[in-house]
């Protein structure tokens, strides 16, 4: 069964009217900034043509940095995503779907990759009719929404190695103590949203036991 008939289903059914409402200027700001960001990038492919087909890779991510004020690495930051498709083979395949998650994260400013993987494939269809690009969106940063089924098993199958640290987005550094992930220098226990991230991080780096 495909992403958008199922998992999306499952990601707004419990949503409440204030939570629609924010979607739906996400959405619509997004494509705004997503029509922008392809036309400029367009133009810098076929202006610097001889560039871009010796070096994609580097010729992306430069106008990529330029253009958001950020490297992809940086805003696309979901464990092993960008080293997956930076290829030079694959890399101008991807590049609309990681424009687009980047177009989308300037106004919503996702907290944690599982946070923006949940908004992107939600409101990819609305951003582009390209049914293709939807696809490779949906497909590419679908794997990192944990939802039903797939929580049910992060959370009882997989456990992250006892001591094991990783540092989020905003520089906070997290331990692994056994039954939860804690602040090393707070204490706190992390939020479920950062929890989640950080176990998929354990998951896809093979840090689990």
Same mark, same amino acid.
């Not at 890779?57 to 958001?68: C, G, I, L, M, S």
């Not at 497909?139 to 001591?163: A, C, E, R, S």
């Given at each position: ?14 949503? /409440? ?31 610097? =043509? ?20 950020? =490297? #992809?690495?940086? @805003? ?12 030079? /083979? +694959?890399?101008?395949? %991807?590049?609309? =779907? ?7 994260? *300037?106004?919503?400013?996702?907290? /944690? ?5 949940? $908004?992107?494939? !939600? @409101? ?16 590419? %940063?679908? +794997? *990192? !929404? !944990? ?17 094991? /640290?990783?540092? #989020?987005?905003?520089?906070?550094? *997290? ?10 220098? &707070?204490?706190? !226990?992390?939020?479920? $949203?950062? =929890?989640?991230?950080? &176990?998929?991080?354990? @998951?896809?780096?093979?840090?689990? $036991?």
């Amino acid at each position: 069964m495909r992403l958008h008939e199922f998992d999306i289903v499952g990601l707004i059914s419990g949503e /409440t009217k204030k939570e629609k409402q924010e979607r739906q200027e996400l959405t619509k700001k997004s494509i705004g900034m997503f029509k922008k960001a392809m036309a400029d990038f367009e133009r810098i492919q076929q202006e610097n =043509a001889d560039t871009f087909k010796d070096n994609p890779t580097e010729a992306f991510e430069q106008w990529f940095e330029y253009y958001f004020d950020r =490297a #992809v690495a940086r @805003i696309v930051d979901h464990p092993g995503l960008y080293n997956s498709v930076k290829n030079p /083979t +694959k890399i101008m395949n %991807f590049a609309p =779907a990681l424009i687009m998650y980047a177009s989308m994260d *300037y106004y919503l400013k996702a907290k /944690t990759p599982q946070q923006g993987s949940e $908004e992107i494939v !939600v @409101i990819a269809p609305q951003l582009t009719r390209d049914k293709k690009l939807v696809s490779i969106v949906q497909k590419l %940063f679908g +794997k *990192y !929404v !944990v939802t039903g089924k797939n929580q049910k098993q992060l959370d009882t199958d997989k456990k992250p190695k006892l001591g094991i /640290t990783y540092t #989020v987005k905003n520089g906070d550094e *997290y331990k692994w103590l056994g039954a939860q992930w804690g602040n090393v220098t &707070t204490g706190r !226990v992390a939020t479920k $949203e950062v =929890a989640a991230q950080l &176990t998929q991080i354990a @998951i896809d780096k093979g840090d689990v $036991e």
